[in-house]
């Protein structure tokens, strides 16, 4: 049982990261490898306001997402939009923005350990036990659950009901023809990009609260995120709430049954099984 | 008689729009058969059925009186099925006479080193574009682009041949050029299913017509009559072409 | 077999670069000829994989992931087989591991494949570090009387067996069919090629040559655990090398490898945290300045040489 809420809170958690790489990759079409190294730096920003200045990382969000949602843009507009201009085929869009992210990635890696340091960090925030259902969780587990759980709603109400949001969407679905009905795609790629970025660090300020952090695991949230993206189906949103929690349960199983090393390669071996049975992801459309 | 094509309650789902719906027709050996009707009728995904780049949802489609509605593209073009693309498709990074040699190497013919370039040669000129086999793809002009596809084409000994609107952008004088081009490949033998909506080629060039509207075949019969029928007349109501 | 009288020129001026090269270890000290290795390791596998990422423009990230297999075939088979015996046996597990790969992904579109592959070496590390905890073992030790030496001539005949085979496929049908599958996999399917097919058994080819590469190199490491096998690094060198130099000729990702990897020397001794940092700026200068490598920068100069010429 204990697993199981384990499980879900972790996967809750994981939804928020793979969101940011649904509006990035699924909406603005660009495959996003630095999306991992966004995330550790949200993670940074908020140990260094909680340690530096006891500033809760819950509040750091608010100054950590509109940071990452300009830097983002920026880095859309001045490193990919070029690519998305001289691209003559969806395919090879894919390979130069994985060169170019990748490049990004490892660029911020370096920043990273320049300006931090190599060394682990953690902190310690909330780590008060709660219990539910005669369990015992940390509450930062619990906390950011539901923050996640908030501002994943709030996107889900926001992509489904606004007009920008469904605008976005649209652009996921059917680029040309969005564009035939006045829809400024190149814009709202940007702002799709800029917004995954943004819920990606906030994601990261939220996991740092309970997870360890160094400059290099983001290569393995980005993984995660990925195969998170792709069982669930690129662009779909319900369907990337429901893969998070699905690997959120698994990895907390194979950690508790198993081993705890082992983590990733469950995720691993579930993108397999997706991959070989059902590429289009859970709730994909098949044929795009 | 074996039909040379037979289609026999072809249907097609994308999801919940039914792009073709219980399409049955035969095309006899030889024939020209034009594939008409508004946009967004089914006429170029028919093609795709038959050339294998979609699997059908129901159904089946013969060859000769045999099922090649199960096989993938590569083994019904081995068959001898070739076709043309609504946007030309053409292979960018290599010359003009490679990209009519890819069409014969992987045939059922299966022709290589000296030989595949004689008859790759032979085919541009058959094509109208002998010599210029070392030009790139991109020093060519629009009809030219569509000759070189047309050429690549017949390099793989095609018995029956699809044309996706090939006719499609050509100025009066290439347009007569274009329909003695297929006029001379129905002469040769071959059997050509034609989606188009230039009606003088139609008139000219088809032996029968397969009407569609809406995924389904609302007449058929020769030029003459379906384009009277009041039917399709309705269907293409607002199409300046009718 | 006709050769025409330019490529018989290529072939002599081939041997006649294999045979200096073969000549460099009695050339130079220990330290050059360690990194005369390390070129020749690079250039083994930044080669044999733009022979198959080249056409197909599938970015292959797997490399790791081979090459820790075939050392560690070496490693657990160095006790109970001779070590030219453990040789094949880690290029044929390599072209196996290849093919199972590409029959799951290959059939996907090019991102499938290279998020899989990207994952491949962790996952493979991750399974064999699990393994060891159970059993007990930690990691192995490869003590053989091999020298640098052989191993270094060892990567040369290999390079060499690349360069054939990378030459010999672009005569064949195979070589034709990948170049048609990179430039529009739909019309390959409608000249009658079986891309799926096609596919998979030309990436069986830097399958099994990472693995022999690392079969090669294992005596170098002497102790052999799962994160040295493994590096995930490997992967992405490689394919910045093989990008720098060009897949367009054979040549190219040799001219990417030797100052690739002489730079990523001179920095690893200067500023090893920086290694990083270096191999971002490599994927950003590559994609927007030199997207075709050195080979797409020479043969644009040659061609604005011509015009010139023309005028």
């Known amino acids: 049982m204990d697993v199981l809420i384990t499980g879900l809170l972790l996967g809750g958690t994981y939804a928020l990261i793979a969101m940011g790489l649904n509006l990035q990759y699924g909406m603005a079409r660009i495959m996003n490898l630095a999306n991992g190294e966004m995330l550790v730096a949200g993670g940074f920003a908020a140990f260094w306001f909680w340690t530096g200045g006891s500033i809760s990382p819950l509040l750091t969000i608010f100054i950590v997402a509109p940071i990452a949602f300009v830097l983002n843009w920026s880095i859309y507009k001045v ?30 890696v370096g920043v990273m350990l320049a300006l931090f340091g190599g060394n682990y960090f953690n902190y310690s925030y909330l780590s008060v036990p709660v219990i539910i259902f005669g369990d015992t969780y940390g509450a930062n587990r619990v906390v950011a659950f539901l923050a996640a759980v908030a501002i994943c709603g709030s996107l889900w109400l926001w992509l489904s009901f606004s007009r920008a949001g469904l605008s976005i969407r649209a652009i996921s679905v059917a680029p040309d023809s969005a564009r035939l009905v006045g829809i400024d795609v190149r814009r709202l790629s940007a702002l799709a990009f800029a917004l995954g970025g943004a819920v990606t660090a906030t994601g990261g300020a939220l996991i740092s609260t309970f997870l360890t952090l160094d400059a290099s695991t983001g290569v393995v949230f980005t993984l995660k995120a990925l195969v998170i993206v792709i069982m669930g189906g690129v662009g779909e949103v319900r369907g990337t709430i429901a893969a998070a929690v699905l690997l959120g349960l698994l990895e907390t199983f194979v950690a508790t049954v198993i081993d ?29 | 008689m074996i039909s040379a094509l037979s289609l026999h309650a072809v249907t097609k789902r994308f999801g919940g729009l039914v792009a073709v719906n219980r399409l049955e027709f035969d095309v006899v050996e030889n024939q020209v058969m034009g594939l008409i009707g508004p946009n967004g009728s089914g006429k170029s995904t028919v093609l795709n059925l038959i050339s294998g780049a979609f699997p059908l949802s129901a159904g089946t489609i013969r060859m000769h009186g045999n099922i090649i509605s199960n096989l993938q593209s590569q083994d019904v073009a081995r068959r001898g099925v070739g076709r043309t693309f609504q946007l030309v498709r053409l292979l960018s990074s290599m010359t003009v006479l490679e990209n009519v040699k890819a069409g014969t190497v992987f045939g059922y013919k299966r022709r290589w080193g000296a030989e595949a370039d004689t008859y790759a040669e032979a085919m541009l000129e058959r094509v109208g574009l002998g010599g210029r086999g070392d030009m790139s793809v991109g020093q060519l002009t629009y009809i030219d682009t569509k000759r070189l596809e047309l050429a690549r084409v017949l390099a793989g000994d095609p018995k029956i041949i699809l044309l996706d609107e090939w006719l499609a952008g050509l100025n009066p004088t290439e347009l007569g050029q274009g329909i003695n081009l297929i006029r001379s490949l129905r002469d040769d033998g071959k059997t050509i299913i034609l989606v188009e909506h230039v009606m003088d080629a139609i008139r000219s060039l088809c032996d029968e017509c397969v009407v569609m509207a809406a995924g389904m075949k609302i007449a058929q019969g020769k030029p003459e009559q379906v384009l009277s029928n009041s039917e399709v007349i309705r269907a293409y109501l607002g199409d300046d072409d009718a | 077999m006709r050769m025409t009288e ?15 090269a073969a000549c460099f270890p009695w050339m130079v000290g220990a330290y050059w000829l360690s990194i005369g290795v390390s070129i020749a390791m690079f250039t083994v596998l930044s080669t044999s994989w733009a022979i198959f990422s080249g056409p197909t423009h599938f970015i292959s990230l797997a490399t790791a992931a081979f090459f820790g297999v075939g050392a ?56 064999i570090t699990w393994v060891q905890n159970i059993s007990g073992t930690k990691g192995m030790y490869v003590l053989t009387s091999i020298t640098e030496e052989h191993i270094y001539w060892q990567l040369l005949a290999l390079a060499a067996g690349v360069w054939f085979s990378g030459w010999m496929i672009g005569r064949m049908r195979l070589g034709f069919a990948l170049r048609i599958i990179g430039d529009d996999e739909t019309v390959a399917k409608h000249v009658g090629i079986n891309t799926s097919r096609a596919k998979v058994l030309l990436f069986m080819l830097p399958g099994s040559v990472a693995a022999l590469a690392g079969a090669i190199i294992a005596p170098r490491y002497v102790y052999i655990e799962p994160s040295i096998a493994f590096t995930p690094m490997l992967s992405f060198q490689v394919v910045i090398m093989a990008l720098l130099g060009g897949t367009g000729r054979l040549w190219g990702p040799l001219v990417g490898v030797i100052p690739f990897t002489l730079l990523w020397e001179v920095i690893s001794i200067s500023a090893p945290n920086q290694t990083t940092l270096l191999l971002g700026v490599s994927f950003l200068v590559i994609v927007y300045f030199l997207p075709k490598g050195f080979v797409g920068l020479v043969a644009s100069i040659k061609r604005h040489s011509s015009i010139r010429g023309a005028q």
């Open chain 3, 72 to 127: 560690y075939v070496v490693g657990i088979g160095i006790d109970y087989l001779p070590y030219y015996v453990l040789l094949p046996i880690a290029a044929v597990l390599g072209g196996l591991l290849a093919f199972l790969v590409g029959l799951a992904t290959l059939r996907l579109s090019g991102v499938y494949f290279v998020i899989f592959t990207l994952g491949l070496a962790e996952f493979l590390r991750q399974m």
């Open chain 3, 6 to 20: 330019a490529e018989w020129r290529d072939l002599v001026i081939c041997l006649l670069c294999l045979g200096v």
């Open chain 1, 260 to 288: 705890p090393g082992l983590t990733l390669a469950a995720a691993y071996l579930l993108f397999i099984v997706v991959l070989l049975f059902r590429p289009q992801g859970l709730f994909g459309r098949r044929g795009q």
């Open chain 1, 79 to 108: 490193f990919l939009q070029p690519l998305v201009k001289r691209a003559k085929s969806r395919g090879q869009l894919e390979v130069d923005s994985i060169l170019t992210t990748f490049g990004l990635s490892f660029v911020s």
